[in-house]
Nanobody, 126 residues
């Protein structure tokens, strides 16, 4: 399984970006897999951003992005998206996508995800 993240860049505060994570090597639709987005800023621990389950489309968000970010999936394309609105400088980080089958109680734990894509840098200027 390979995950390819893309869509990062530099944006001004208040702007928007959409990240994509394309999966290959396995079809995730109708599976029990979750796709998650995590981010890590310099000097900080990795932070859970959002997750979605492929079969039901249920979504989960970290507290710091709730109401601003939206995760979605396109099963036909085996791709997950992260729409990020109202970005602020605190959102600056390397964003990585991951796939796994965590229990709901562990959905925010990065160690529960088996497959990881390379990160994509998001920089929000003030």
């Amino acid at each position: 399984v390979q995950l390819q993240a893309s869509g990062g860049g530099v944006v001004q505060a208040g702007g928007s970006l959409r990240l994509s994570c394309a999966a290959s090597g396995r079809t995730f639709s109708r599976s029990r897999y979750f796709m998650g987005w995590f981010r890590q800023a310099p000097g900080k621990v990795r932070e859970f951003v959002a997750a979605i389950n492929w079969s039901g489309g249920n979504t989960y968000y970290g507290d710091s992005v709730k109401g601003r970010f939206t995760i979605s999936r396109d099963s036909a394309k085996n791709t997950v998206y992260l729409q990020m609105n109202s970005l602020n400088p605190e959102d600056t980080a390397v964003y990585s996508c991951a796939a796994g089958r965590p229990a709901l109680s562990a959905i925010r734990l990065s160690r529960m995800y088996y497959y990881w894509g390379q990160g994509t840098q998001v920089t929000v200027s003030s």
